[in-house]
């Protein structure tokens, strides 16, 4: 939901050639231990896929040690403490060791997701940086993580088996996850969750199906507009190359309010009883396709899904009817 806390975090347009090779530097280290704990973690299943990955930590290293190289000869031996999570523009990630189960295609769409960010950061690093041996080092790594994104494709080599898959396809399949999908499910599930109580609750308060879904639809494109903007706002994506800021916001957004709007409209019937029904048919649906979206999508366990999703919706439902019959 939108939020009227600031952002303290560094725009990554302040950053100097110091800054900048500190924060490289750091990233790098944390990109190789991801690698490794995901070898780890697809070792005993799927050993070719963990000799994959294994090979991209130790890559990873050596661009540290040569990004070490070039700041010690231009800066001395005190590294700037700056991590990613200092700077506007990059994204957050659930931790690999925090995953209860990790899927090959998880892992597929992680190493990709880490790839193309790494690829942005190092263009965007080299437009700021004057100097011509800083600048030619940048340039050069932003070359190689542009080549790491066709190791997602390797590894599903791996399980599959097959070869010469469409790699222009796989890519705009990731790429519609992250620009749309995403985006978009987060603001369905915001919508279809957060918009239960109020609606409910004026349901069962007022008994008038007119003055629901008046608030069902305040509430439902309420929440678009700030799950719109917020997502919008989150990143402009030229660090993380998830897209548009105005694809993903309009996806969220719209996607916010379709969830908030599902239960809403049975209340343009007249009938209270019949109406409430509907809807309460409605809310099982969305939440429902909901764990199927994450699922299907996002390789959330199907129970887990539920668990987080259907269960937790029914605890929204029930406080309303709940706090609106009170």
Avoid: C
Wanted: net charge negative; hydrophobic share 45%; aromatic share 8%.
């Amino acid at each position: 939901m939108f939020t009227l806390w600031p952002d303290n975090r560094r725009a990554f347009t302040s950053l100097s050639e110091r800054e900048i090779l500190s924060l490289a530097i750091a990233a790098e280290e944390e990109d190789g231990r991801i690698y490794s704990e995901l070898a780890a973690r697809l070792g005993d299943t799927y050993p070719g896929s963990a000799s994959l990955l294994e090979a991209m930590s130790a890559e990873e290293d050596d661009h540290r040690r040569r990004l070490l190289d070039i700041y010690v000869d231009r800066f001395g031996k005190r590294l700037v403490p700056i991590r990613r999570e200092h700077v506007r523009g990059f994204l957050n990630r659930k931790p690999v060791w925090l995953l209860k189960t990790l899927t090959l295609e998880q892992a597929r769409q992680q190493v990709w997701e880490m790839e193309e960010s790494a690829y942005h950061f190092y263009l965007e690093a080299a437009k700021q940086t004057n100097d011509v041996g800083i600048r030619k080092l940048l340039g050069d790594l932003a070359r190689s993580e542009r080549g790491h994104a066709a190791t997602a494709t390797k590894l599903d080599e791996t399980l599959l088996g097959e070869d010469g898959r469409d790699t222009e396809k796989d890519e705009a399949h990731r790429q519609f996850l992250l620009t749309y999908v995403q985006p978009g499910l987060a603001g369905l599930m915001d919508g279809s969750v957060s918009t239960l109580a109020p609606v409910f609750a004026a349901a069962f308060a007022t008994g008038d199906t007119h003055q629901t879904f008046l608030v069902g639809l305040a509430a439902a494109i309420g929440a678009g507009i700030s799950m719109g903007f917020t997502e919008a706002a989150s990143d402009d994506g030229k660090l993380t190359g998830r897209g548009s800021p105005i694809k993903r916001g309009l996806a969220a957004g719209i996607m916010t309010a379709v969830g908030g709007l599902g239960h809403a409209m049975p209340y343009l019937i007249h009938d209270f009883w019949t109406a409430t029904g509907i809807a309460a048919a409605v809310v099982v649906l969305e939440l429902w396709a909901i764990a199927y979206i994450q699922k299907r999508y996002m390789q959330t366990p199907f129970w887990r899904a539920v668990l987080q999703v259907v269960i937790g919706g029914a605890l929204v439902f029930g406080a309303g009817v709940f706090i609106g019959m009170a």
